[in-house]
């Protein structure tokens, strides 16, 4: 199978209010084929990786090392390394981006400086901002708000480039290849999203820059990813 923007998108969603976002969004308005995999409500396998262009691993509050809790993960993580080996393109979100961390030999767990949860400003490195994907959702500037749920980090993988960092945690963003990208923050949040997440939290339900500002930056994103 020619791989190109024309094939169809696997989005792994491992919890019911955890959903692709404004990903969704995205491929809706592009007439793009997707194909939403809710590992909370099938025990279906996820087919041959030869099926599909693109791989989307949403975000769980499961952890990589919880795999004998939750084999899913493993059976997941197996698919990712396949997907990869085939030359499809990868986007790990959250969880996701510790799955695609691990895949490649990193380790995962606790992070040891508490959670990130709200929004926080991103620093991308000077490849981050080079980078022809990721620094679309930089459009020159230096910093990015970007919404943060999670506890656990991971070490970089080897060969991997850093994207980008918090200042609680190093490892934000990586890419391997310029095809599998890990990102420890949510690009795919919507205003519902963080309003059904956090109700009692209104100041996190707008971005400090506004969300016409993150949607514009984040749809940038989306258009490389998925059709080039």
């Not at 809710?38 to 599909?52: I, M, Q, R, S």
């Not at 691993?57 to 499961?62: A, N, R």
């Not at 004998?68 to 080996?85: G, I, N, R, V, W």
Request: charged letters at 20%; glycine letters at 10%; one cysteine or more.
């Amino acid at each position: 199978m020619e791989r190109g923007y024309m094939g169809k998108v696997l989005i792994i969603q491992h919890l019911p209010n955890e959903g692709a976002g404004t990903i969704e969004w995205f491929l809706q308005q592009n007439s793009f084929p997707f194909l939403v995999h809710n590992v909370y409500e099938t025990k279906d396998e996820l087919g041959h990786p030869e099926l599909f262009s693109h791989l989307v691993v949403m975000g769980g509050f499961m952890g990589v090392y919880e795999a004998d809790q939750y084999p899913f993960l493993t059976k997941e993580m197996k698919f990712m390394e396949e997907f990869a080996k085939i030359g499809g393109k990868i986007l790990g979100v959250c969880l996701g981006a510790q799955m695609l961390a691990h895949v490649f030999g990193a380790r995962v767990y606790k992070g040891d400086k508490g959670k990130e949860v709200g929004w926080y400003i991103i620093h991308p490195t000077e490849a981050g901002l080079k980078d022809p994907l990721f620094g679309k959702l930089f459009e020159g500037e230096e910093d990015l708000y970007a919404f943060q749920w999670h506890g656990d980090t991971f070490d970089l993988p080897e060969g991997a480039t850093l994207l980008a960092s918090t200042d609680t945690y190093p490892n934000q963003a990586f890419c391997v290849d310029s095809k599998l990208y890990g990102l420890q923050f949510h690009i795919e949040v919507s205003q519902e999203m963080v309003k059904e997440w956090f109700p009692e939290n209104p100041e996190w339900h707008t971005p400090p820059f506004g969300w016409e500002k993150l949607l514009k930056r984040a749809f940038s994103f989306y258009k490389t990813f998925f059709l080039t």
